[in-house]
């Protein structure tokens, strides 16, 4: 047992649970980097209001745009239902761009898997158009689609099969008929940028979940798409695993793959994303730069949108948005 | 997301049987099948068992089954005229190995027995509640543990399906090629399926004991349910019907009829 006692002191102890790959809550996290009072710290947003100094100054973050040029994937009125006159999708417009990092939000049964997967060729739409690279693909066998769009499933367990990780990286590069020095070169590469090195004799299946997860995105990488979709990458990993597995998407993004993430981490979504879209009940509802989105507190919560802390006390105390701590220490100075 | 539950709720004859009547039904047509090795007598107990799949409106449901079902009995159809050798009526030979019409219909015969156990035991889950399954076994006096692990298995079907579709799209996705290619290719890359749907059900398996064991699972505690059956006059005249005709083929097998080859089931 590290630690122990009121859930306020332990939460207090920032840097001890980031070492030990925790999330501490941002309120607490905001009042430790700046020095602000003694532990205990606050806890939620009403307390941290409360609690915070008056005489402060306020710089204004950088209005990030959404990224301009070619769209990387173009839906153009898709529709898509399971079963007969039961629409998931009722007429879906969106243009991704190239090297966009979006995030695909919204409440469980809001049609976001059944978008991905119809982007990466899983689902075939009803009605409408898909593009991916200015091609139309609507009726592109998924095999083909993986070429260009890859697909990273939120059970890492759907897609691992071999006996050990160097097999399961290396399988879609000799099915796709390249020589095993390339393929040795590619599955080095791609196991360095996802830290699956020294793993790579191991069998995935007495690994852990972010391990088999780095797996799976590893096998995906290693086909070298333009394009990667994330269901839910996050889902049974710590904070510490999720950051790791986002840092690797975000230098991919960087290195100018297009990103589609769909996720119910908030804080993923802040840190990472320059874009969101909204789903409710098949449709898009709000989309647009991150910054500009997560201004909308109301909006967002009608939707059952769980908005990071650092968001609304930045609002509430000053009626801007900060999207990450970081961000609010290095703009919010105590005179 | 799509939801892969067997059951199909339809105001039939078949659904209003109770349970216990559908599980004699299956177990008849178990008995018809295998006393039978002739494919006029097979096919007529598989004709009938699609019949009632037809009258029972859960055809559709099944969709997922057909291609499945039509492999089982082509592979049928084709290996067993290589193995099951005998009979005196030649027909010809491809690649120096010869075949027999009694040997062919014998092929034709068992294709037409496992499709119809299978049909039969898909029949069961389409027209029944995993729930009332549960109920029929214990009252039949089948320990509870056992009926519990039996309907913990068809439970787990539905979820099965639905992981084994997830993880075709996840494997094409990547470029695994499970339908297309040479036979050889296909067997090859079904590993890529087979092995993620073994380890996935495993690691569901694994959980389960935990989850009931949590909640204060007592195998052998006296139970009480919400849900009633009972047997009604019309499936006390079902069950005497198919007794019968159970009892009529086993005679008619010993007698010599519905045979190809008279020695072997």
């Known amino acids: 047992m590290v630690l122990e006692g009121p859930a306020a002191n332990v939460l207090s102890e920032v840097e001890l649970l980031h070492s030990l790959g925790l999330h501490p809550p941002e309120t607490a996290e905001i009042f430790s980097k700046m020095s602000l009072r003694g532990k205990p710290y606050p806890l939620d947003v009403d307390g941290a209001a409360e609690l915070f100094p008056s005489i402060i100054k306020v710089t204004h973050p950088l209005a990030a745009g959404l990224e301009q040029g070619e769209p990387a994937v173009e839906l153009e009125d898709v529709w898509f239902a399971y079963e007969p006159g039961q629409w998931v999708l009722n007429g879906i417009n969106i243009k991704v761009m190239k090297g966009e990092m979006m995030a695909l939000i919204g409440q469980n049964g809001s049609g976001k898997t059944t978008l991905a997967q119809i982007v990466a060729g899983i689902l075939r739409p009803a009605r409408g158009i898909v593009r991916v690279f200015g091609k139309d693909v609507t009726r592109q066998a998924v095999m083909v689609r993986g070429r260009e769009v890859g697909y990273i499933f939120q059970n890492p367990d759907y897609q691992i099969f071999s006996n050990t990780v160097r097999d399961e990286i290396a399988y879609g590069l000799r099915a796709a008929g390249m020589s095993e020095y390339e393929v040795e070169k590619q599955v080095n590469t791609v196991s360095e940028m996802v830290g699956l090195k020294d793993l790579l004799d191991e069998d995935p299946f007495f690994l852990s979940k972010a391990e088999r997860q780095r797996t799976a995105v590893a096998s995906i990488l290693a086909l070298n798409p333009r394009v990667i979709i994330l269901d839910e990458p996050t889902t049974g990993l710590s904070p510490g695993e999720t950051t790791a597995l986002m840092e690797t998407v975000n230098k991919l993004n960087r290195a100018g793959t297009t990103i589609i993430t769909i996720t119910h981490d908030m804080w993923v979504v802040t840190k990472y994303c320059s874009r969101v879209v909204l789903m409710a009940d098949g449709k898009i509802v709000m989309d647009g730069p991150t910054r500009q989105i997560f201004s909308n507190i109301r909006e967002l919560e009608k939707y059952d949108i769980e908005v990071p802390q650092v968001v609304k006390l930045s609002n509430k105390l000053f009626g801007q948005t900060f999207l990450t701590v970081d961000e609010f220490v290095e703009n919010v100075k105590i005179r | ?265």
């Open chain 2, 1 to 265: 997301m799509p939801q892969y539950i067997l059951y199909l709720d339809r105001d039939t004859f078949f659904h209003k049987l109770d349970p216990r009547t559908k599980l004699f039904l299956v177990a008849c047509v178990f008995i018809w099948s295998s006393v039978f090795n002739h494919p006029y007598y097979t096919g007529s107990v598989l004709f009938a068992v699609v019949s009632l799949v037809l009258l029972s409106k859960t055809a559709r449901q099944l969709k997922l089954f057909w291609f499945g079902l039509i492999s089982l009995a082509l592979m049928s159809m084709i290996l067993w005229p290589l193995f099951r050798r005998g009979g005196t009526t030649y027909i010809g030979s491809i690649l120096g190995v010869s075949f027999t019409l009694e040997s062919v219909m014998y092929g034709l015969a068992v294709a037409f027995r496992l499709v119809a156990m299978v049909l039969s035991g898909l029949l069961l889950l389409t027209t029944t509640r995993i729930e009332e399954l549960e109920l029929a076994m214990t009252r039949l006096g089948l320990p509870y543990p056992i009926a519990f692990g039996f309907s913990a298995v068809f439970r787990f079907i539905p979820t099965m399906v639905g992981d084994g579709l997830t993880i075709l799209a996840a494997q094409q996705a990547r470029g695994v090629n499970v339908a297309g290619g040479s036979i050889f290719s296909r067997l090859r890359n079904s590993a890529a399926i087979i092995a993620p749907l073994f380890i996935t059900t495993m690691r569901r398996f694994g959980e389960l004991p935990m989850a009931i064991e949590s909640r204060g699972f007592v195998p052998m505690a006296k139970r009480t349910y919400y849900l009633s059956i009972r047997m009604r006059a019309v499936d006390y005249v079902t069950v005497a019907i198919l007794a019968v005709l159970a009892a009529l083929s086993i005679y008619l097998r010993l007698n010599g009829v519905g045979v190809v080859f008279p020695d072997v089931i």
